[in-house]
């Protein structure tokens, strides 16, 4: 599997670049607001979240790497303690 994949949530709330078998970026709508999540998988079951993401499982769509683009330039970092 080549990186980078993109992917984002059937509702449109939430997209995602996959930038490996154990990474990847969250750009993630809340309100008027689009922020985004830099997420490092250690856990079992986000591993198997993340393997549904890189499958496009339902409720997860591909999309290309524009797209994610479109909605990375609105985003602002989320601080995430």
């Given at each position: 599997?080549?990186?980078?994949?993109?992917?984002?949530?059937?509702?449109?709330?939430?997209?995602?670049?996959?930038?490996?078998?154990a990474h990847?970026?969250?750009?993630?709508?809340?309100?008027?607001?689009?922020?985004?999540?830099?997420?490092?998988?250690?856990?079992?079951?986000?591993?198997?979240?993340?393997?549904?993401?890189?499958?496009?499982?339902?409720?997860?769509?591909?999309?290309?790497?524009?797209?994610?683009?479109?909605?990375?330039?609105?985003?602002?970092?989320?601080?995430?303690?």
């Amino acid at each position: 599997m080549e990186f980078p994949q993109f992917r984002r949530l059937s509702n449109g709330k939430s997209y995602y670049k996959i930038t490996g078998p154990a990474h990847f970026i969250e750009l993630q709508n809340i309100g008027s607001k689009w922020l985004s999540y830099d997420y490092s998988v250690t856990q079992f079951p986000d591993l198997l979240r993340l393997q549904a993401m890189i499958d496009a499982v339902a409720p997860f769509e591909i999309i290309d790497v524009q797209a994610f683009i479109d909605i990375q330039k609105q985003t602002e970092i989320a601080n995430v303690n």
